[in-house]
């Protein structure tokens, strides 16, 4: 499992725009990029999965370098409730894997 | 469709104990993994299972243990309790993100059992 590098904190006032970039030098031809939520006390959260380019849902953009050994996802317009720490995950089938989570990125929104 | 649910929630055991912990997946997800987090550790993978099976394994020792039913409920086990096992135990069932396309498994998590160790 390719390992990832994220930075471990950050701070942004509500309303901002806010980018985790996550670094995966290693990733393998068929591996997918994944990112996790979480709350306090609570389990990780999809939020996005990519593999290149960008992909958009309803509460993330991911953006995928075309050498693909860095991905940022992007939360648009950040509100109080997106505290939390976000994970990033590199893997082609989880199943066949240990599945490691690194630190994450503790994300902390301000008033 | 119900999500994971894990049970009990909450629990408290002395050191020498043993705990079971249960899982009962997402309806159709075969893939049961678990997971320890503590606030020195982080999130680390325990084990996971899939058709009964236990196809991976993380660095634990033998005190903990789990299997998986043929209806895809697990269970964890940890027997003679240190205090160093408090954490909340994570369990997840996966699935494809979208049936019939590639792409990684998605990890669909429960709330987490609380286990502290006294």
């Known amino acids: 499992l390719a390992k990832t590098t994220q930075p471990i904190s950050m701070d942004s006032y509500e309303g901002q725009e806010v980018n985790i970039t996550c670094s995966h030098n290693?990733?393998?031809?068929?591996?997918?990029i994944t990112w996790y939520q979480q709350f306090p006390s609570q389990g990780p959260r999809f939020i996005i999965q990519?593999?290149?380019t960008k992909v958009t849902n309803e509460v993330a953009s991911l953006f995928i370098p075309a050498d693909r050994k860095s991905s940022t996802l992007s939360l648009p317009r950040v509100s109080l409730s997106d505290t939390a720490v976000y994970y990033c995950?590199?893997?082609?089938?989880?199943?066949?894997?240990?599945?490691?989570f690194g630190t994450g990125t503790k994300l902390q929104v301000i008033p | 469709k119900a999500g994971v649910t894990q049970t009990p929630r909450y629990l408290i055991k002395t050191r020498g104990q043993q705990v079971t912990l249960s899982c009962s997946p997402i309806s159709g997800h075969r893939s049961v993994s678990w997971y320890q987090q503590t606030p020195g550790q982080g999130l680390q993978f325990l084990f996971e299972y899939f058709s009964e099976t236990q196809r991976n394994k993380g660095n634990f020792p033998g005190r903990f243990s789990g299997r998986q039913f043929s209806n895809s409920r697990s269970e964890m086990n940890v027997s003679t309790l240190e205090l160093g096992d408090s954490a909340l135990y994570l369990c997840a069932s996966s699935s494809p993100l979208r049936t019939g396309t590639s792409g990684a498994n998605v990890l669909t998590f429960g709330a987490g059992s609380r286990l502290t160790v006294l």
């Open positions: 990519g593999y290149k």
């Open positions: 995950l590199v893997g082609d089938s989880w199943g066949y894997q240990k599945v490691t």
């Open positions: 290693n990733i393998a031809t068929n591996d997918y």
